[in-house]
């Protein structure tokens, strides 16, 4: 049986709750990665949400598939953090996000969720963005 991606997205709210949650008060909580599948042009333009990580759509699976060494080298963080974390995709207006999911689906990845209003529904509903964009646009 295939998992509904509708059952996936989170909106605004959620995320924000995710994201400036206070493992003090709620330490059940997973340890949340907020994955931007925008190109890094797009990201150096617009900026980004605070703390996510830059893994664009369109060099995922090959980024996914690189050894630990590599990936480590690429992205900055352990392959291994991917597994123990809520990864939540997004993109400038949600069907990145969407294909960003399925990719992680095939590479095996359940702890996921799309936030499919992505960085127009955080920028309209307030949402802080990172304009310093050096650190994570490497890919």
């Not at 400036?20 to 931007?36: A, W």
């Not at 996000?97 to 309209?124: P, Q």
């Amino acid at each position: 049986m295939g998992i509904n991606m509708i059952q996936k997205v989170i909106c605004y709210d959620e995320l924000t709750a995710l994201v400036n949650r206070d493992l003090k008060s709620n330490k059940k909580l997973p340890r949340v990665l907020v994955v931007d599948v925008r190109n890094p042009g797009e990201i150096e333009k617009h900026g980004r949400i605070m703390n996510s990580i830059n893994l664009p759509l369109k060099a995922l699976d090959k980024i996914l598939n690189m050894s630990e060494e590599d990936f480590f080298s690429e992205v900055g963080i352990k392959k291994g953090e991917l597994g123990s974390c809520l990864l939540v995709t997004h993109c400038r207006s949600g069907p990145r996000g969407f294909k960003a999911a399925h990719i992680l689906m095939e590479h095996g990845f359940t702890r996921f969720r799309i936030y499919s209003g992505s960085l127009l529904d955080w920028v309209a509903n307030g949402g802080n963005v990172d304009k310093d964009t050096e650190v994570n646009t490497r890919l």
